[in-house]
């Protein structure tokens, strides 16, 4: 099955359209670096919670609004090799030089799929 990096991060409301641009831009490294899919979405519907949820996980603020998004592999291998290829890429480290978020807020981690269902 494949594999997934996932992410969870607070975007200031005004800087949606550089968001989106910044991850349209992404897409075409990610994909040559070994990615199937790139899914980015915009919270609208993200609940504060009664001991934890989306928001304080990523100590969203006032005017922020929660990103949830993944990047699929076809193999954990593949994923790995990509993510060397991105730390030593100067494509990606120009774009990491104006983010607009703040990244030290980001979550993220890989994950085995274990279920993959559609309709």
């Known amino acids: 099955m494949s594999y997934v990096d996932g992410f969870v991060l607070a975007v200031p409301e005004r800087n949606r359209e550089?968001?989106?641009?910044?991850?349209?831009?992404?897409?075409?490294?990610?994909?040559?670096?070994?990615?199937?899919?790139?899914?980015?979405?915009?919270?609208d519907d993200v609940p504060v919670g009664v001991t934890t949820d989306f928001?304080?996980?990523v100590k969203a603020e006032e005017g922020e609004t929660v990103v949830f998004s993944w990047i699929e592999y076809p193999s954990k291998e593949i994923r790995d090799e990509a993510n060397k290829k991105m730390r030593s890429d100067p494509r990606m480290e120009e774009m990491g030089k104006d983010m607009p978020f703040d990244g030290k807020r980001m979550i993220f981690g890989g994950f085995a799929m274990v279920l993959d269902e559609h309709a």
């Open 18 to 43: 550089a968001y989106r641009a910044l991850a349209a831009k992404a897409w075409p490294l990610f994909k040559e670096f070994g990615a199937i899919r790139h899914v980015e979405c915009w919270g």
């Open 55 to 57: 928001r304080r996980a």
